[in-house]
């Protein structure tokens, strides 16, 4: 094996090593004792396994709200920002129309641009059209922040896709509206599950937005707000945060190993194409 490769290796192991071990430190305090967890020594595999910490923080009071609010929010902003962004994505791969370089220059800067800097402008617009406290403002918020990353996905993958395949279509007596639903949309599935997941991790893992707009009405909290609710003014229950960020993560976790193969595959079909 040559000196370069065996370097290359060695810092990709090493990228893996640092990107991996904080999740298995969480993991791991979320099954230790509270004892072990402020040990001055610490350990690397739990002596004493426990699921104290995970019957703390399912019994905490609104977590299945929390939780369904959270599902309700993000499922909402991705089926909306999917069904918005295939129409554009079409538009902007398969037609030619006056503006069309500005408008996919437009979704270029938006998708660069920190959404975080727009907090304090939704946050009056919310306060004026007294939106405040309503999860549907959320759903809204989340469906604009994943709406470029969806077009620029999808209008990738579209360009993929042969558009002799849609005319011939047509020739057998399809409409357009008919042959983009029966052969292009069958083979947009790797990209609308990649783009779904990633729009997906980008609404469940937000909470500057939702720490912000949910102020009065506490019953319409989200994931990552109620996870903070275990640090107050005795300190941080860690073993129990820990626990409740593990329940945080399976979600995102099981839905990533259920579709890794077409997700890899739309990755690659949305960056090369078009």
């Not at 558009?163 to 008919?178: H, I, K, N, V, W």
């Not at 609710?229 to 229950?237: I, L, P, W």
Request: proline residues 5%; hydrophobic residues 55%.
């Amino acid at each position: 094996m040559r000196p370069r490769r065996v370097l290359l290796n060695l810092a990709a192991l090493g990228v893996l090593v640092v990107s991996v071990f904080p999740v298995y430190w969480m993991v791991l305090t979320a099954f230790k004792p509270t004892t072990d967890i402020l040990s001055e020594t610490p350990g690397f595999w739990p002596a004493h396994p426990t699921l104290e910490h995970f019957t703390t923080a399912v019994g905490t009071p609104g977590f299945w709200t929390f939780w369904g609010n959270s599902l309700s929010i993000t499922v909402g902003a991705v089926l909306l920002a999917l069904v918005v962004a295939l129409l554009a994505a079409f538009a902007v791969a398969r037609m030619r129309w006056r503006g069309r370089r500005a408008f996919i220059l437009m979704v270029f800067i938006a998708q660069m641009a920190p959404w975080e800097a727009l907090l304090v402008s939704m946050y009056i617009v919310a306060r004026d059209t007294n939106m405040l406290d309503k999860l549907s403002m959320l759903t809204l918020i989340y469906f604009m922040a994943t709406l470029p990353f969806t077009i620029v996905t999808l209008r990738g993958f579209i360009a993929a896709i042969p558009p002799e395949l849609e005319e011939a279509a047509q020739m057998d007596g399809c409409s357009r509206a008919a042959a983009f639903r029966r052969v292009v949309l069958p083979l947009l599935a790797p990209g609308l599950m990649s783009t779904s997941l990633f729009g997906f991790i980008t609404a469940w893992n937000e909470f500057a937005f939702a720490n912000a707009l949910i102020i009065k009405n506490q019953d319409d909290r989200t994931l990552p707000v109620w996870l903070s609710s275990f640090s107050n003014v005795f300190g941080t229950d860690w073993g129990a945060t820990m626990a409740a960020a593990t329940l945080f993560m399976l979600p995102v976790l099981a839905i990533f190993l259920v579709l890794q193969r077409r997700v890899t595959s739309g990755l690659i079909a949305g960056a090369v194409k078009g």
